[in-house]
């Protein structure tokens, strides 16, 4: 079973630049997370999609941070504009869901590898 | 609103010998699940163990196993016959059952473990 794919691997632009972020999940996987990952701290949710809507988004910075779930499969994080402050990782996650009983099956995610950004 | 604290930056532990991961965390919900995660140099987050808070039995999984202290909000990691391969950083993250938050994972600030030949 293929993983969560992401792309780019790294990705160094320059402040006020715009960037965006590629993720394809686990196949048939319907809940899909982008996180934010800063240097020494542990990953913080950005949004969470359940097909091609979205369940929270509440930490995203929607001045400068957008996400799309079109057709439910790959998404797309973009940074418009870049902020020194957004150089982090960015993490993609993904977990099946548990139709039955209208929970995520064992709450499992499973990640890409990420992205690391650099805002110079 | 959840939090989850991992109050050893760095631990060390040599070659075969035990180590334990401290992670304490603060939520007034009764069901959730409790993580930990491995992330190596590669960066990818590595599910290590699971716990459901209903269950009172401590997850195991082969090597690792965890203490988790429901009352005392607590949920330590054993890694027993330390490996190489164990050197990573480890979060420790908490996740709500229900609700509109289910699913999302509340992560510690992590601790870097060294094994040490």
């Known amino acids: 079973e293929a993983g969560v794919a992401q792309s780019p691997r790294y990705k160094i632009i320059e402040k006020r630049q715009s960037v965006a972020f590629w993720c394809n999940p686990i196949s048939g996987h319907a809940t899909l997370y982008w996180y934010q990952q800063i240097l020494g701290q542990g990953p913080k949710l950005l949004i969470q999609?359940?097909?091609?809507?979205?369940?929270?988004d509440s930490q995203l910075p929607k001045d400068r941070f957008s996400a799309e779930r079109l057709k439910g499969v790959d998404s797309t994080l973009k940074i418009q504009p870049a902020k020194l402050e957004d150089s982090a990782v960015y993490l993609c996650a993904s977990s099946a869901r548990d139709f039955q009983y209208q929970l995520l099956a064992k709450n499992i995610q499973y990640f890409g590898a990420g992205t690391r950004l650099s805002v110079l | 609103a959840q939090t989850v604290t991992q109050s050893q930056p760095e631990m060390s532990v040599q070659e075969a010998e035990t180590v334990t991961l401290s992670c304490t965390y603060d939520t007034s919900e009764s069901n959730y699940y409790l993580f930990w995660y491995k992330q190596p140099p590669s960066r990818q987050m590595i599910l290590v163990i699971r716990?459901?808070?209903?269950?009172?039995q401590n997850a195991t999984e082969n090597r690792f196993s965890v203490n988790f202290q429901k009352a005392a909000k607590s949920f330590s990691l054993k890694i027993s016959d330390s490996q190489l391969g164990d050197t990573a950083m480890y979060f420790c993250a908490f996740s709500q059952l229900y609700g509109g938050s289910q699913g999302n994972l509340i992560f510690g600030k992590g601790t870097k473990l060294s094994v040490k030949p």
């Open positions: 999609f359940q097909n091609n809507g979205v369940v929270d």
């Open positions: 716990q459901e808070a209903y269950k009172q």
